[in-house]
Nanobody
Framework: QVQLVESGGGLVQAGGSLRLSCTAS????????MAWYRQAPGKQREGVAY???????NYAGSVKGRFTISRDNAQNTVYLQMNSLKPEDTAVYYC????????WGQGTQVTVSS
């Protein structure tokens, strides 16, 4: 079955950086658009960054210029490099495979202290 396993979350001070990783198994990773979403307490889950099979990227306005999504098809892994973190970036971050069926990872907590 499809599994998406995130790692790399943690506690960081405002202005700091984190890199999230998501490794997929049980799927043909290279043909799928991959995405990172986040959900803050009391808020709806929102899309943060997307990367297509061809490497085209798209970002939410709130993270554009600070976050970078990338993928390594040989490793079945998608990354989210987060720089200049702000307290409002605090959320559980989820990896998602955006094929004909949506798959989700279990989430990783990112906490940014002021």
């Amino acid at each position: 079955q499809v599994q998406l396993v995130e790692s790399g979350g943690g506690l960081v001070q405002a202005g700091g950086s984190l890199r999230l990783s998501c490794t997929a198994s049980g799927m043909t990773f290279s043909i799928n658009t991959m995405a990172w979403y986040r959900q803050a307490p009391g808020k709806q889950r929102e899309g943060v960054a997307y990367i297509s099979a061809s490497g085209h990227t798209n970002y939410a306005g709130s993270v554009k210029g600070r976050f970078t999504i990338s993928r390594d098809n040989a490793q079945n892994t998608v990354y989210l490099q987060m720089n200049s973190l702000k307290p409002e970036d605090t959320a559980v971050y989820y990896c998602s495979s955006q094929g004909s069926t949506l798959y989700w990872g279990q989430g990783t907590q990112v906490t940014v202290s002021s």
